[in-house]
Each structure stands twice: as structure tokens, then as C-alpha cells.
């Protein structure tokens, strides 16, 4: 079995821990994380805009690429201890969404955490690129909460009954 588990800052020890639990100690763990362009491009763009293009060795959007990619090891080798067991770590860099769904192309299952709403039951709990990635896995998807789940009293009332 071939587990992918998308390592988010704040939500990966209950990514990990599910797995842990979850998948046979046979399997085959694999610990994804995904970099997306998003701040070192608005960095990369302000640096342009405000401050000219004449010295590109002061451009700050460059040294948050480096910063990224050292926080992302940290946390891969944080999750691989806290796994214990043979693990393969996979840095990706992209499209966050779209990076978990390749990554994911010969999974057996893919881990992943609420990132949204967590403080009551339903949809929002979800954010963008959670529900990208659980409407477009190419496999079984193991959906957990970060921290306990909200109590059922958090569900919305139920409609009423259609009158006919």
C-alpha cells in the first residue's frame, strides 16, 4: 500500500498520527509537501515595482525561496520523527491542489487535514485547496481533523419537510 500524506504547517502531526494509526506498517509512507509561488512572487513583484530591477541581489522574493525550501525540510524531518517508521520525504513545488492530486497519481491513499472552519461540522471546514484535492484525488482520500472534531450540536438546523 502507497500512502501519500500532504504535510501542511499547523495541520501535519494529525496527518501523521492518522497514519500511524491508520495504515499497516508495511506501507509504503510517503510525506509530501508542496511550496507554492504565491509570497516569494508577490515579493519578487513588489521588490520590481517599488524598488526598481538595478540591484537583483537585494530582491527579497529570492531569500523567501530559500526560506521556504529550509522550513520544508525541517517540517519533512519533524513528520519522519514523529512518524517512526522508513518514510520517503517529497518536496514539490507548483500549484498547491494540483501538486497534492500528481503526487497522488499511484496512491493507494492520500492523507490529508481539514484546513478550513474547524470550528463546527460541515464544508467550510474545507478550504480551497483541501476540497480541490479531495474532489479530484485520483484514489481513496483519508480526511481528518486537525484537533478534535466540533460537537454534533454545530450542525445547522435541518430544513423543514417539503410541503405537498
Do not use: K, Y
Request: contains cysteine.
Amino acid at each position: 500500500m502507497r500512502v501519500i500524506v500532504w504535510l501542511v504547517e499547523g495541520t501535519w502531526p494529525a496527518c501523521v498520527d492518522a497514519v500511524r494509526t491508520h495504515a499497516p506498517q508495511a506501507s509504503e509512507v510517503v510525506l509530501l509537501h508542496v511550496s507554492g509561488p504565491e509570497v516569494p512572487d508577490v515579493a519578487h513583484g513588489a521588490f520590481a515595482g517599488l524598488l526598481g530591477r538595478g540591484h537583483p541581489e537585494r530582491d527579497p522574493g529570492s531569500r523567501l525561496t530559500d526560506l521556504g525550501g529550509t522550513s520544508a525540510a525541517e517540517l519533512l524531518a519533524a513528520a519522519a520523527a514523529r512518524l517512526g517508521r522508513p518514510c520517503t520525504r517529497l518536496e514539490r513545488n507548483g500549484r498547491v491542489e494540483r501538486e497534492v492530486v500528481a503526487a497522488a497519481e499511484d496512491a493507494d491513499l492520500l492523507v490529508l487535514a481539514r484546513d478550513g472552519d474547524r470550528d463546527r461540522l460541515g464544508p467550510r471546514s474545507l478550504g480551497p485547496a483541501v476540497r480541490f484535492a479531495v474532489d479530484h484525488a485520483p484514489c481513496p482520500v483519508l480526511l481528518v481533523w486537525p484537533e478534535a472534531a466540533p460537537d454534533l450540536t454545530t450542525l445547522p438546523p435541518a430544513p423543514p419537510p417539503p410541503h405537498h
